[in-house]
């Protein structure tokens, strides 16, 4: 919705004030400088780079791909077993190796499982920022029950360091699938839980909908991916479009906003993609664990030194937050020669300032918590 | 959907200037080399071509040669209508980074461009706004370069750990 200034009211003249680094809606230290035209928002500013570590030098400088790893767990610390499966998937395709069927089913359940509970903190963390404190403790409940399970098999809740270069640092434990299945069983409920309190509710409708709305051709103009594409009505996920792994197996929907209370692509579609695409995690994580080989040696296929070959590839994958894309090449030397991390937080926060134009300073807060971003993962 | 030679046939074909050649990939993918003061008419026919169709950038990446003395630029097109992707790749001389800038035809290219600006310092002739991105504006060199020296103080903070 753009709000104009209507012509009775006094002459306003255009205010610059700074949104950030510092301030709870901005997920990390993020620096938005506002110019306002009275309470209307002319134009944005984002100031990144607050967080920049130079992950690119920095995997330069390691004499082996496997040690890169750790490092792009912290890329997106939220969702840190998807940035390790799209850096492993890459490498893989470099040394054309060939993986395990338990492992890539054990590294799909380990993505999905991730994406739910980045999508948990994502709603949970939208809400709040929208005045609603209740949820994000729901939420919160449901992305615990996660980490304990990541952190019986890696020994770690956020940065694991689990998923190696041809398989898994060691088999996950007996107890793993009764708990991912009664995680599952569990959870299942709880969305509508949740829908009942957040998705549904007038005030966050009256937040949300109609606010920030991102027209489909500017989001492919703009190489938006993930639920910030989909919530407008672009049915585009790399899972199914561009399968990797072994998501060709799996049968599952790809949400799409659909303008249900507002329209097509405002901050509710984008927060809705969120809740649905939860939903189609179980689906796949029941499909999986039904199909996952019981035996099985994790560590058959990890090569005891990584020789590389001279090639470049870039692969991409279905993260939380959308598309994540490695560019490596190499050139026969144990240590890199260049890894592009192609971020999809910061190529979908590249887009505010087209979104927010002529929304109120209020409705910037809505805009920037419904785009999700991580600002490990926009500064890298 | 084409494949990556096709596409390269394809642009030949149809007398594109500035594309050069077609080189194929033992390993991982293939790319098209462009003259580097062309690409923008390129990324436009490409983008607009009725059979090809690249409506969005999936990535762009510079790249330091340091054995040539270069630096380069990779682009990754995608087209949502027909599946099929690409890369492009042109290559510029390290005292001349000059290549044309396509935020125009992708807006997505103004970030990414302003972080091949940052990172290894090549300057995208058309860009509206060719500022630094990640590092603050007053840094000094550009990080991604194989031969960078990483300064000893900023503003007064000794920047070693």
């Known amino acids: 919705m753009t709000h104009q200034i209507s012509a009775n009211v006094q002459e306003t003249r255009e205010m610059t004030i700074n949104m950030g680094p510092q301030h709870p809606s901005t997920h990390g230290v993020l620096r938005l400088e506002v110019v306002l035209n009275g309470e209307v928002v002319s134009r944005v500013h984002p100031h990144i780079g607050y967080l920049h570590r130079c992950f690119e030098k920095h995997a330069e400088a390691m004499d082996d791909y496997s040690k890169v790893i750790p490092y792009t767990d912290r890329i997106d610390y939220v969702s840190a077993m998807n940035q390790e499966h799209g850096y492993v998937i890459a490498v893989e395709k470099l040394l054309q190796l060939e993986v395990p069927e338990r492992v890539e089913y054990v590294r799909v359940i380990l993505a999905e499982l991730q994406r739910i509970a980045s999508h948990l903190l994502g709603i949970g963390t939208f809400g709040l920022d929208l005045g609603a404190f209740t949820p994000f403790l729901y939420c919160f409940i449901e992305r615990e029950k996660i980490l304990t399970i990541f952190e019986k098999i890696s020994g770690a809740r956020l940065l694991y360091n689990y998923i190696c270069v041809g398989g898994l640092m060691r088999d996950v434990p007996d107890s793993f699938k009764p708990e991912t299945a009664d995680f599952v069983k569990t959870f299942r409920p709880k969305i509508k839980e949740l829908n009942d309190l957040l998705s549904y509710n007038k005030i966050f409708i009256d937040r949300t909908a109609n606010i920030g709305i991102l027209p489909a051709e500017v989001a492919l103009n703009y190489a938006a991916s993930g639920p910030m594409l989909r919530g407008s009505g672009v049915s585009w996920d790399l899972r199914k479009n561009d399968p990797y792994s072994i998501y060709d197996r799996f049968e599952f929907d790809i949400p799409v906003g659909s303008g249900e209370v507002g329209t097509v692509g405002d901050c509710w579609d984008r927060y809705m993609v969120r809740v649905r695409e939860m939903e189609q995690s179980l689906v796949i994580i029941e499909q999986a664990l039904e199909q996952m080989p019981d035996e099985g040696n994790v560590m058959e296929a990890v090569p005891k030194r990584i020789r590389m070959k001279e090639g470049e590839v870039y692969v991409r994958t279905e993260t939380p937050r959308g598309e994540l894309g490695y560019y490596i090449i190499s050139d026969k030397s144990p240590s890199p020669f260049r890894v592009k991390v192609r971020a999809p937080s910061f190529v979908n926060l590249s887009i505010l300032p087209a979104i927010s134009r002529g929304a109120l300073l209020s409705d910037l807060v809505a805009i920037v918590g419904s785009i999700d971003i991580v600002l490990g993962e926009v500064d890298r | ?161």
């Open chain 2, 1 to 161: 959907m084409k494949q990556p030679e096709e596409i390269a046939a394809y642009l030949k074909d149809k007398i594109v200037k500035g594309v050069l050649e077609f080189v194929p990939a033992e390993i991982g993918q293939p790319w098209i080399t462009l003259a580097p003061d062309s690409i923008k008419n390129i990324a436009k026919f490409l983008r607009d071509d009725s059979e090809l169709r690249f409506n969005t950038l999936m990535c762009l990446s510079g790249v330091h040669y340091p054995a040539e003395q270069e630096l380069g630029v990779t682009y990754h097109l995608h087209s949502t209508t027909f599946g099929h992707t690409v890369a492009l790749k042109v290559r510029v001389p390290i005292d001349n980074p000059r290549v044309q800038s396509v935020e125009s035809v992708w807006k997505t290219a103004d970030w990414h461009e302003r972080e091949a600006w940052d990172m290894l310092g090549i300057i995208f002739d058309g860009h509206p706004n060719m500022t630094r991105i990640l590092c603050p504006d007053d840094w000094e060199g550009h990080p991604l370069r194989k031969d960078y020296v990483q300064q000893e103080t900023y503003q007064g903070i000794t920047t070693r750990f």
